[in-house]
């Protein structure tokens, strides 16, 4: 059983959570999804997911019934594993799952949420990467039962998701692709670009999202002059088909533990530049197959861009080098090794889940 507080699109922890739930139904395993409801419950029961949709959980009495609503659920379809995907899940997932004598598995998706350290309350804490392990640990989270899943997005099924049309990327092109909040930094992409923009004037920057910092965003492009060359395309559940049609990926990010856009970037086969943080690094193998930049230093992004946008070789041979391995990035593996963990913390007696 899944337990999120929503299921809206547009959020990391979400679009794992999908991905993973989908999988293991695919491989034949039972598996619930509860959340107070959200953008892919369609999806999910096409693949055999049950969805429950619980009561919101606002406030003490919203919580309140939220919880009665999730251990009603889990009395009646008796998963062998909860899985909390946010700190509220893991607490109302802590008190249902010592009622049911289950194990807990967390993971943690936003280790830099002040409110993180709820996610301690697992029998098994999963960090979505080595980073993100060693940060947990040095928080004093017990080494025995923090354990590493890294992300992986290529092949998800969101990507059957029926998406409501964006207009074309504009060639040739760098795209961000991220939610539009201070954390991701996309405002660094722009200052990058507008340095180049004068040197590469056939290039675009083409941003994909949504969030609170978009009409800033864009109006830091307009006091820049450059509407002609950085467009705002709106988000998308399907963001495939968009970076297919990108040159270069940049993600200029300030905090990310495992974004799964550096992995479908790779995937897609767009050259990738992005921030040294979290678990970013990891994604691009620690510089093999994609370019690292320190955070909050457009100048070193821009460097990094210029070798890109300058040299068609110099493109071609990173994107060749994005691709390689990238099969290590498939939901299929990811959901493997949560099934690994599932396993390590049942009775032997139980074996793996149904």
């Known amino acids: 059983m899944h337990v999120l507080k929503h299921g809206v699109r547009g959020n990391g922890h979400v679009h794992v959570a999908v991905d993973l739930a989908c999988a293991q139904a695919d491989a034949g395993h039972g598996v619930v999804f509860a959340s107070s409801g959200g953008s892919y419950d369609e999806l999910l029961a096409r693949h055999g997911v049950e969805v429950v949709t619980l009561p919101p959980a606002e406030g003490v009495r919203g919580a309140a019934r939220t919880g009665l609503g999730l251990l009603a659920a889990a009395r009646r379809t008796r998963p062998d594993v909860i899985h909390a995907h946010m700190m509220s899940s893991a607490v109302l997932g802590y008190g249902v799952a010592k009622l049911l004598r289950v194990p807990l598995v967390t993971t943690v998706h936003n280790s830099f949420d002040r409110h ?140 990310d533990p495992c974004p799964l856009t550096v992995a479908e970037a790779r995937a897609a086969g767009c050259a990738v530049v992005g921030t040294s943080v979290g678990g970013i690094p990891e994604l691009l193998e620690h510089g093999r197959a994609g370019q690292l930049v320190p955070s909050a230093d457009p100048p070193a992004m821009a460097a990094a861009l210029r070798g890109l946008m300058a040299d068609p070789d110099e493109l071609a041979t990173w994107r060749a080098r994005a691709r390689e391995g990238v099969e290590h990035f498939r939901v299929e593996r990811m959901a493997a090794d949560h099934e690994r963990v599932y396993a390590s913390v049942l009775p032997k007696r139980t074996g793996t889940p149904r």
């Open 116 to 255: 993180s350290d709820l996610m301690r309350l697992g029998t098994v804490v999963i960090a979505v990467s080595e980073a993100e392990r060693r940060l947990l640990l040095s928080r004093g989270y017990p080494a025995a039962k923090v354990v590493t899943v890294l992300n992986g997005a290529d092949g998800s099924p969101r990507e059957e998701v029926e998406a409501d049309p964006l207009p074309p990327p504009a060639r040739p092109c760098v795209m961000t692709l991220s939610g539009l909040h201070p954390r991701k930094a996309v405002g660094d992409v722009i200052a990058a670009f507008a340095e180049l923009a004068p040197e590469f004037p056939e290039w675009h920057l083409n941003v994909v999202g949504w969030g609170p910092e978009r009409e800033r965003l864009e109006s830091v492009v307009a006091d820049l002059g450059l509407e002609r060359s950085v467009h705002f395309l709106g988000s998308t559940p399907r963001p495939r088909p968009l970076l297919e049609r990108a040159d270069v990926f940049a993600t200029a990010s300030l905090a």
